[in-house]
Antibody
Framework: EVQLLESGGGLVQPGGSLRLSCAAS????????MTWVRQAPGKGLEWLSV????????YYEDSVKGRFTISRDNSKNTLYLQINSLRAEDTAVYYC??????????????WGQGTMVTVSS | QSALTQPASVSGSPGQSITISCTGT?????????VSWYQQHPGKAPKLMIY???KRPSGVSNRFSGSKSGNTASLTISGLQTDDESDYYC??????????FGGGTKLTVL
């Protein structure tokens, strides 16, 4: 079964850091671009970042550039998102998702269940 | 990158058709035929309904269709069913290899 499973969320103090993971299974992970999207409570979807299938190319939404780092380990079939200098407005469910076709990232067909990040003192 | 503009809500009766618009700019919707649409039920992950403007993934009903004119993309749902009631989000590829979502539209099936 094609599946994505996020982990690493939790309660963190403002200014802290967190690394989210997304474990992939059931497909050839290294051939697909991957992305992170978040959703604040009661709000809409917000695209954060994308990484190419090889990991050579990464792109970020302007508001998170410099604080967020996307990476992947194709040997472990795992995607990561490092988040630094956490702020209250980073409180959200964070989803990872797979590009709909090999090597493309204009749409995403497989999504994880999400991991909740709460930033509060 | 500003969010794409969607109506906050639309409604329709079972069996009817509705259309949800998604307006962007020449930097995103207008410059690429790479708009996707997602359905999201409360507490669930988004589900891809349309990609590359008008293509349906395997398993998505042909009652869902997508189109584009200029800077505005549209999602049409025909033969409305009660389980179509959900939030819908558009998303466009944008200049700089980025992506931008719309604010979301709540569909109510009366």
């Amino acid at each position: 079964e094609v599946q994505l499973l996020e982990s690493g969320g939790g309660l963190v103090q403002p200014g802290g850091s967190l690394r989210l993971s997304c474990a992939a299974s059931g497909f050839t992970f290294f051939t697909y671009a991957m992305t992170w999207v978040r959703q604040a409570p009661g709000k809409g979807l917000e695209w954060l970042s994308v990484i190419s299938n090889s990991g050579a190319s990464t792109y970020y939404e302007d508001s998170v550039k410099g604080r967020f780092t996307i990476s992947r380990d194709n040997s472990k079939n795992t995607l990561y998102l490092q988040i630094n200098s956490l702020r209250a407005e980073d409180t959200a469910v964070y989803y990872c998702a797979r590009g709909v076709m090999v090597s493309t990232w204009d749409a995403f067909d497989i999504w994880g269940q999400g991991t909740m990040v709460t930033v509060s003192s | 990158q500003s969010a794409l503009t969607q109506p906050a809500s639309v409604s329709g009766s079972p069996g009817q058709s509705i259309t949800i618009s998604c307006t962007g700019t020449s930097s995103d919707v207008g410059n690429y035929n790479l708009v996707s649409w997602y359905q999201q039920h409360p507490g669930k992950a988004p589900k891809l309904m349309i990609y590359e403007g008008s293509k349906r993934p395997s398993g998505v009903s042909n009652r869902f269709s997508g189109s584009k004119s200029g800077n505005t993309a549209s999602l049409t749902i025909s033969g409305l069913q009660t389980d179509d009631e959900s939030d819908y989000y558009c998303c466009s590829y944008a200049r700089g290899s980025k992506l931008v979502f719309g604010g979301g539209t709540k569909l109510t099936v009366l």
